[in-house]
């Protein structure tokens, strides 16, 4: 059985920084495409950014030079550090393997990041 249980979320002020981090299991991790995502309240989900499996990475223009996503193997486990956050980066995070036009594993509880102005 999958499961994937992101944490590490809060109220944080404008400029700072949160790690989230997706414990993954019932996975074969390592050769799995990672991808963080977010919903902002009355949007729709949207991927933030995603990991290969050899460790490329891509980032969507709003938060391109500021988040920042890595990947350890041996803990099943995809980290996003985020940093100078603005009040547009509140939304809930969740972690999951793109898969387009979808994913490939049902949704965890997601972490909720909400940053005051």
């Known amino acids: 059985q999958v499961q994937l249980v992101e944490s590490g979320g809060g109220l944080v002020q404008a400029g700072g920084s949160l790690r989230l981090s997706c414990a993954a299991s019932?996975?074969?991790?390592?050769?799995?495409?990672m991808g963080w995502y977010r919903q902002a309240p009355g949007k729709q989900r949207e991927l933030v950014t995603y990991?290969?499996?050899?460790?490329?990475?891509n980032y969507a223009p709003p938060v391109k030079g500021r988040f920042t996503i890595s990947r350890d193997n041996d803990k099943n486990t995809v980290y996003l550090q985020m940093d100078t956050l603005k009040p547009d980066d509140t939304a809930v995070y969740y972690c999951?393997?793109?898969?387009?036009?979808?994913?490939?594993?049902?949704w965890g509880q997601g972490t909720q990041v909400a940053v005051s102005s």
């Open positions: 019932g996975i074969i991790f390592s050769i799995n495409t």
């Open positions: 990991i290969t499996s050899g460790g490329n990475t």
């Open positions: 999951n393997a793109p898969k387009l036009p979808g994913v490939l594993f049902s």
